[in-house]
């Protein structure tokens, strides 16, 4: 189906494991990027990419990895969990003509809880 | 520091009872002011930009305005299907394609 799909949907884990979430869009869009949501903060920017191999740090990157070898994907990982990764990971995908309007393309979330 | 302050946090309305939800920024030279709809369990979901002081744009029963200092979202008559948690963002010049969000306001609207 076209559009932008986050897995999994759900995720528990301990303290101390990597965690893979995933993101894939299928319009091509060239800006991708990972926010995490959590009550009393909103949705703040993890990282964001501008182009396949090109990445960069948004206002929360600490904890985080991503890459982006394909236009279409872009995988967030968490290499050692904390609690204080506990949160909601939206990522969103725009085209530059989007971008500059401010018109993201947000999936529908990953819900993860590190115990 | 780019800062977005959302008011009030939660709003309750009866249906057809208009009101407005508040959006106070500080930015450092602003490339845009968008809004946002949240519905529970979703993602959010794009409704506006506003670019300059005194733009306004509309689309149903919602009705965006920006100040120098602030926006507003204006919403008439609203119906129950308006409920969901509505999100302001700013970008600035010196932000790339960055977007700070504001913690939403939360909007019911009772049958």
Known sequence: DAGITQSPRYKITETGRQVTLMCHQTWSHSYMFWYRQDLGHGLR?????????ITDKGEVPDGYVVSRSKTENF?????????SQTSV????SSDLDAAN?????FGEGSRLTVL | EDQVTQSPEALRLQEGESSSLNCSYTVSGLRGLFWYRQDPGKGPEFLFTLYSAGEEKEKERLKATLTKK????????????????????VRSVQG????????????????
């Open chain 1, 89 to 92: 990971y939206f990522c969103a």
């Open chain 1, 101 to 105: 309007t401010g018109e993201l393309f």
């Open chain 1, 45 to 53: 920017l993890i990282y964001y990419s501008a182009a396949a191999d």
């Open chain 1, 75 to 83: 995988p967030l990982t968490l290499e050692s969990a904390t609690r």
């Open chain 2, 96 to 111: 790339a394609q960055k977007l700070v969000f504001g913690q939403g306001t939360r909007l019911t609207i009772n049958p």
């Open chain 2, 70 to 89: 602030e926006s507003f979202l204006h919403i008439t008559a609203p119906k129950p299907e308006d409920s969901a948690t509505y999100l302001c963002a």
